[in-house]
Structure formats: C-alpha cells, structure tokens
C-alpha cells in the first residue's frame, strides 16, 4: 500500500491519520477585505486508502485461525465436561456462556472498536481464547470450563468485530461485499475445520491434551497478527465526537435503515437457526436415524460453502437488497414446502437450497450496515447486529422448542415460512444520498 508522502513505511499495527485538507483555505485574501466569519465546517467522512488483496487476505486469515479454536474448544469443553462427570444443566450452561455474554457485550464492543480502532480489540480477543483454551487445560474443573467459554466467547466476539471494521474501513463500497463474502467464505471452513480436529485429538491424546492442541492456530493467529506488514485504517472519522453524542445501547434502533437491516437479518438468522433445531426433531418424528438426520443437515451445510465460495462472483451482477429480498423469498418458499416433505430426497434438496438462501446474505448484509451506519458509529451497528443474531441464537431454540411441544414442528414450518413472506414483501428502503457517501 502507497504511503503518504513524507511517511515511512512502519511494520505492524500503526495506524495512519492523513491530514484533511479545509477546501476554504483554498481562497486567497484580498488586501483590505474585511474579516469574514466563516460557518464551522461540516463533520466530514474521511475515507482510507483500501487494503491491497493480500491485506485483507491476512487478516481473514487471522479471524479464520482464531474460529478454528472457538469452534473446535466447543466441542472440547462439552465432552470434557461430560467425561468429568458434570450434569447436563451444567453442560448447557456452559454451551449458553458462549453466546451470552457476547450477546451483552457486543454493542459496547463495538463502540470500542469505533474509538479505539482495531488494534487493541484483535490482540485482547486473541489473548482471551488463548487463555480461554488454556485454563481447563491445567486445571480441570467446571469452574474453569465456565471461565474458558466466556474468555473464548468474548475474545472471538472482540476479534470478529476488528476484522469486519477492518475490512469496511480498508475497502471501498464495491469492494466491501466481496471481501465480507472471502471472510464467510473462510468462517465456512473453520466452522468445519475445528469440531474436527477436536474430535480427532480428543480420541488420540484425551480431552485436556485436545484443549492445548486447540491453543496451536490462536498462538500463530497472535504471531501473524503482530507481524502483519500492512498500515491499518485509522479510528472512525469524528469517533471520540459521536461517542460523546451516545446514548442508550440500542439508540442505533431509532434509525430507519439500520432497523430495516435488523429485521432482515433477525428474518434470515431465526430460519437458519430454526432449521438447525427442527430438522432433528422432524426426522425423528419421520422415524428417521441419526446419520439421515446428519446427511440433511449436511446438505445445509454444504450448500452454504458453494454459495460462499459463488458470491463473489456474482455480487458485481445483483444489488444487495436485491440478494436479500430474493434470498427471503427463497427461505419462505423452502419453509412453506417443509410440512409437505416427508421423503428424505425432498428433504436433502429443501435443506440445500435453504442453505444456499440463508448463507449468500451475510457478506450483504454486514456491507449494508457498514454502508448505513452513522458517521464514527459503523462497528457499534456491527455489533449491534451481532447482540440481535446471538440472541435469536439463544432465544429461538428456546422459543420454537416450548411451541413444538403443544403443536408440533410442521405448523412451525409454516409459520415461519409465513413471517418470511411478510418480510420478503417489504420494498429496499430509500437512502438518503449522505447515506451512500464513501465510509
């Protein structure tokens, strides 16, 4: 990346603030004029020269290691709680402490981010699932499985939220969508990659010597992000004045575009997280077994990495909204077919093409709330974001679990194709043109 003139190039995370020139200063001053009080200027939205490939490749690739360990150490921490002997509501208790703390921490992340930006949030993240991984490993008990999956839970919620503000500081409007889609695209794999090499390393070497294997990818995570070679984009343009001007923690809600991108992407997260839940429940009212239950769920899982690895080549070709509106009525459409699907073949294809819906939103919408966030404010909504998805994540299976108790899971299938539709039917908001300034 080109540095500013008069600069050398630093190795590392420093961050570079270019001054910005006051296009007043331009007019030059007659003799005898009088003075003339000019109006304060207006806040202005700086904008940072875009990371090169490589730069967002890099930092990808640090969130990717560091998933492979938040991933891999859920599996870890269950079974070892199981294999020492803990209760089931301990289990899920500790299952629970994943999301939840991110879930309440994450708007105030996200504000973190904003004024500070990303340097100190990555390293902390990083040193959390670090010492997340390692506390249980040396000392064996549920007091310290708690404390690694809160530790783990809030340094990847610290280490996602620097790498999605990296990219939408370090990329322009064109590029943000493409790039977001390379981060899902990676996510994919580590969310694959991690319960995997737990389960591998629990079998061979036992469930404390698996936890330090999963301390491996956020130590190189650490090591790469200390070495990185590429300037950062600086703090949000004017963030200490927008801090100042922040108010209550869901304030964000008051703005029309942002609370369009809530309810869509609330929409898309509950029919992703309603089918990890139903289908398992739904097979096993068909009397099917566990590894054709597997082989649906599969099918969704499988189809989220084609669509991800796809996106970014046809994000060029189709607007986000666009995506969105399309993508929901897809889910709808699946959802509205699922009562009616008893076969597994009919299953296996509903879930495919669910997944291929509900995983090619993502990258869109988390470039759509970068795009419409207030100035100094685009990780606080980030985060924001992120408290509603881990919410539905917590929320929803406890919510669809007390109705398919009275009613069963098919008129759930229908209900929630329904709400689908109603969100699906809603016209792309109008953008105010300040709103599609490059950020």
Same mark, same amino acid.
């Given at each position: 990346m080109a540095c500013p003139p008069g600069a050398s190039p630093q190795k590392g995370l420093a961050q570079v603030v270019p001054e910005a020139a006051d296009p007043r200063s331009a007019s030059p001053a007659t003799p005898g004029d009088a003075p003339v009080s000019l109006p304060p200027a207006p806040p202005s939205v700086q904008v940072d020269a875009p990371l090169p490939r490589g730069g967002v490749l890099t930092f990808c690739g640090i969130t990717v290691l560091n998933h492979v360990a938040q991933t891999g150490s859920r599996v870890a921490v269950t079974l070892a709680a199981l294999a020492w002997g803990m209760s089931a509501f301990q289990v899920g208790m500790l299952s629970a402490l994943y999301a939840l703390l991110p879930?309440?921490?994450?708007?105030?992340?996200?504000?973190?981010?904003?004024?500070?930006?990303?340097?100190?949030?990555?390293?902390? $993240?990083?040193?959390?699932?670090?010492?997340?991984?390692?506390?249980?490993?040396?000392?064996?008990?549920?007091?310290?499985?708690?404390?690694?999956?809160?530790? +783990?839970?809030? &340094?990847?919620?610290?280490?996602?939220?620097? #790498?999605q503000?990296?990219?939408?500081?370090?990329?322009?409007?064109?590029?943000?969508?493409?790039?977001?889609?390379?981060?899902?695209?990676?996510? #994919?794999?580590?969310?694959?990659?991690?319960?995997?090499?737990?389960?591998?390393?629990?079998?061979?070497?036992?469930?404390?010597?698996?936890?330090?294997?999963? +301390?491996? *990818?956020?130590?190189?995570? %650490?090591?790469?992000l200390r070495e990185?070679?590429?300037?950062?984009?600086?703090?949000?343009?004017?963030?200490? *004045?927008? *801090?100042?001007?922040?108010?209550?923690?869901?304030?964000?809600?008051?703005?029309?575009?942002?609370? =369009?991108?809530?309810?869509?992407?609330?929409?898309?997260? &509950?029919?992703?997280?309603?089918?990890?839940?139903?289908?398992?429940?739904?097979?096993?009212? %068909? $009397?099917?077994?566990?590894?054709?239950?597997?082989?649906?769920?599969?099918?969704?899982?499988?189809?989220?990495?084609?669509?991800?690895? +796809?996106? @970014?080549?046809? =994000?060029?070709?189709?607007?986000?909204?666009t995506l969105v509106r399309a993508s929901t009525w897809i889910a709808a459409a699946v959802y509205l077919a699922l009562p009616f699907a008893d076969q597994v073949p009919m299953l296996m294809v509903l879930s495919f093409i669910l997944g291929l819906a509900v995983g090619s939103c993502q990258p869109s919408m988390l470039a759509l709330m970068y795009q419409y966030a207030p100035p100094g404010r685009a990780t606080e909504a980030l985060g924001l974001r992120m408290a509603v998805v881990l919410g539905s994540q917590v929320g929803?299976?406890?919510?669809?679990?007390?109705?398919?108790?009275?009613?069963?899971?098919?008129?759930?299938?229908?209900?929630?194709?329904?709400?689908?539709?109603?969100?699906?039917?809603?016209?792309?908001?109008?953008? @105010?043109?300040?709103?599609? %300034?490059?950020r």
């Open positions: 879930m309440l921490l994450s708007i105030t992340a996200g504000r973190w981010v904003d004024r500070t930006g990303v340097q100190q949030p990555s390293r902390i $993240g990083t040193y959390l699932i670090i010492a997340g991984v390692a506390a249980p490993a040396i000392y064996p008990a549920w007091q310290t499985l708690a404390f690694a999956s809160c530790a +783990i839970g809030v &340094g990847f919620m610290l280490q996602q939220l620097a #790498a503000a990296l990219i939408g500081r370090g990329a322009t409007t064109d590029q943000r969508t493409t790039y977001f889609a390379w981060m899902a695209l990676g996510l #994919a794999v580590s969310g694959f990659a991690g319960p995997l090499m737990a389960g591998f390393a629990i079998d061979a070497m036992g469930h404390r010597a698996a936890l330090v294997t999963m +301390i491996v *990818t956020p130590l190189f995570a %650490l090591w790469w990185q070679p590429y300037r950062l984009p600086r703090p949000a343009a004017n963030a200490s *004045t927008a *801090t100042a001007r922040k108010g209550p923690r869901f304030d964000l809600l008051r703005d029309r575009l942002l609370r =369009r991108c809530i309810w869509a992407n609330l929409l898309l997260a &509950g029919a992703w997280d309603f089918h990890a839940f139903a289908i398992p429940v739904y097979g096993t009212y %068909l $009397g099917l077994s566990a590894t054709t239950i597997g082989l649906i769920l599969a099918c969704f899982g499988s189809a989220i990495f084609v669509i991800r690895v +796809i996106l @970014p080549l046809i =994000r060029g070709r189709i607007p986000p909204w929803m299976p406890l919510l669809f679990g007390a109705l398919a108790t009275g009613v069963g899971v098919a008129p759930l299938f229908g209900a929630m194709g329904v709400l689908l539709v109603v969100g699906a039917l809603q016209r792309p908001p109008v953008v @105010p043109a300040d709103r599609l %300034l490059e």
